[in-house]
């Protein structure tokens, strides 16, 4: 089974430590929420677990072998990485951005290969945009173009899938149907972590939450002992009531924390 | 047949019939057969002569220059994602152009006819340079600017050496060197630029994967295995090439770079790496078409080949800004 781990590390950037002494250990078939508020550090992390953004001091290793031994390629098809709110520049069809995932693999000339193309068309069809295949990427709207994106990022069948807040700006429908194919992911074996805003969302389901605060994990565990008023408070900033019971948990915020109300 | 591969050849067949067209006009207009007796069994007589000593080498040298044009403006374009993007908008253009006027300005040109074109591609090489570590490894936005602050710097100097010029022959030698044309060229131009206009482009072409990963913008292209600072340098030292030699043996030819990729993209499906081959034959296509009209086009003197493809090319430059600003957010 695949393990990514992360010991000790930290990213400088202009003096100041972006992320401070981060270390985490996960598996395939969990998947990771990264909580935390506005420049507590998650892009930055995502993106040094990516392997895209070089850690100042500690080590990222993937099944025990250190991120800086992969080639660019063997680490491409290893692990799969979607920015916050991924583009599409020019008005492909959504079936050659899909097929853009397999760019590891393929020859520097040439048109894809047939096998390559019945695996664009199954992941097309595993996320609902056969109808859209011929379709111009630029068009699709917030919530197809999110699809679109992960068909991108699966189409190469990678272990390890890091998402920056995948659901920024999605309606709720689309949201869940986003966050349950994460879900589905997790379960099939995959290792996905996701930087996620919702906490409820997240505690739901994802099967493990990571909160970061000033570049520091402020708390790691299972999502029924995440959901707590005093974290909430330190982390968020935020006065907020937990409902539900543990598996159905919601949280309802009040008021930034040291305000009167 | 797919739909790119007919383009190609819808645009190689027309090369092909605009190149047998280039061969037939001019000053004296031949007929076929004797274009075909010229080109088959070369003599002394006067068509063989104009066929292959004037015109043939025209119709090659545009072909070549028109070919680096179209496939850079289509590498650039793609690498920064900005459809106003073309070979220009480095310096490179300009480099190789302040290189040439070097060498007319010192009166080098005399010593060796290869002294303008290997100090135009010097000057090319410099400008890439200063460009890439003014603005690589920074982003393209930081690259685009770089390349705009060369140019800026590399037209001063030209201004300054046409302020400088020892003569006014020299002043006026510099500025017909600058209008860009293809006239009077010989196969000692093609033996010249052709090598590195070759090279240039084989190391464009290489680029075309990387320039299709970057549709998805340059995260994402890193996180699919691609080397961006690897890809910047290898277009800028790939369009250094191509276009410089390009340059100092036809002057400054401006807009074919930015018109060719635009020209064929709706037709591949805009992706990158497609635009490729079809833009250099775009680019081919109407480089020689401009040659050819300047031969045809009488107002006195003949027509400067750069002054003609600028007067065509501007109105579709407004015509993109225009455009851009109804489509862009």
């Known amino acids: 089974m695949t393990t990514l781990e992360a010991l000790r590390v930290s990213v400088k950037r202009g003096g100041r430590a972006i992320l401070d002494d981060v270390s985490l250990r996960a598996e395939g078939g969990s998947f990771v929420a990264v909580i935390g508020p506005n420049g507590a550090g998650k892009s930055t992390l995502l993106m040094t677990l990516a392997g895209l953004m070089r850690s100042d001091s500690g080590s990222i290793t993937i099944n025990d072998r250190p991120l800086t031994a992969f080639s660019s390629l063997e680490l491409a098809r290893t692990r799969s990485y979607l920015p916050q709110n991924p583009r599409c520049e020019w008005p492909i069809p959504v079936a050659s951005l899909v097929a853009l995932g397999l760019t590891p693999t393929l020859p520097l000339f040439g048109d894809l290969p047939e096998a390559h193309r019945r695996r664009v068309a199954e992941v097309l069809a595993a996320f609902d945009l056969l109808d859209r295949s011929g379709q111009a990427a630029t068009t699709l709207s917030g919530g197809e173009l999110t699809r679109a994106m992960l068909a991108r990022a699966l189409v190469g069948d990678p272990d390890i899938l890091i998402v920056d807040e995948p659901v920024a700006g999605l309606d709720p429908r689309h949201t869940l149907d986003t966050v349950r194919r994460l879900a589905e992911l997790a379960k099939s074996g995959k290792l996905v972590i996701a930087a996620v805003h919702d906490l409820t969302l997240a505690a739901r389901y994802a099967t493990r939450i990571l909160a970061l605060n000033h570049g520091r994990v402020a708390a790691d565990g299972p999502p029924d002992r995440m959901l707590d008023t005093d974290l909430l408070r330190s982390v968020f900033q935020v006065e907020a009531r937990i409902g539900g019971v543990a598996g159905g948990a919601f949280v309802d915020y009040l008021a930034p924390t040291g305000e009167r109300s | ?329």
């Open chain 2, 1 to 329: 047949m797919s739909r790119n591969a007919l383009l190609t050849s819808v645009i190689f067949a027309v090369l092909c019939a605009l190149a047998m067209v280039s061969l037939l006009a001019g000053r004296v207009w031949l007929n076929p057969s004797e274009v075909l007796r010229g080109l088959f069994f070369p003599g002394t007589q006067l068509p063989s002569l104009i066929v292959l000593q004037l015109r043939l080498p025209r119709a090659v040298l545009a072909i070549l220059v028109g070919a680096a044009l179209g496939l850079s403006g289509a590498v650039l374009q793609g690498l920064t994602r900005n459809p106003l993007a073309e070979p220009g908008l480095l310096g490179v253009s300009s480099g190789a152009a302040l290189g040439a006027v070097i060498a007319i300005y010192f009166g080098l040109a005399a010593a060796s006819s290869a002294i303008i074109p290997f100090l135009g591609l010097l000057g090319a090489l410099a400008a890439v340079t200063l460009t890439f570590s003014l603005g690589g490894g920074r982003g393209t936005l930081a690259l685009i600017l770089a390349g705009a602050a060369v140019s800026a710097l590399t037209s001063a100097l030209i201004s300054l050496a046409l302020n400088l010029a020892p003569s006014p022959y020299a002043a006026y030698e510099i500025m017909t060197w600058l209008l860009g044309s293809l006239a009077d060229r010989s196969w000692d131009h093609v033996v010249l630029a052709a090598p590195f206009i070759l090279a240039g482009c084989a190391l464009l072409f290489i680029a075309g994967r990387s320039l299709d990963a970057l549709t998805l913008g340059e995260a994402q292209a890193e996180s699919l295995g691609v080397d961006l600072t690897r890809l910047r340098a290898m277009t800028l030292i790939g369009t250094a090439l191509a276009v410089g030699a390009a340059t100092s043996v036809a002057g400054a030819i401006g807009f074919i770079g930015l018109v060719a990729p635009h020209l064929v993209r709706p037709f591949v499906g805009y992706q990158p790496r497609r635009v490729l081959v079809p833009a250099a034959l775009a680019g081919a296509v109407l480089l020689l078409t401009a040659d050819i009209a300047t031969r045809l086009i009488h107002f006195g003197p003949e027509m400067k080949l750069g002054v003609f493809t600028s007067l065509l090319g501007t109105p579709f430059f407004f015509w993109l800004v225009l455009r851009l600003k109804g489509t862009s957010p």
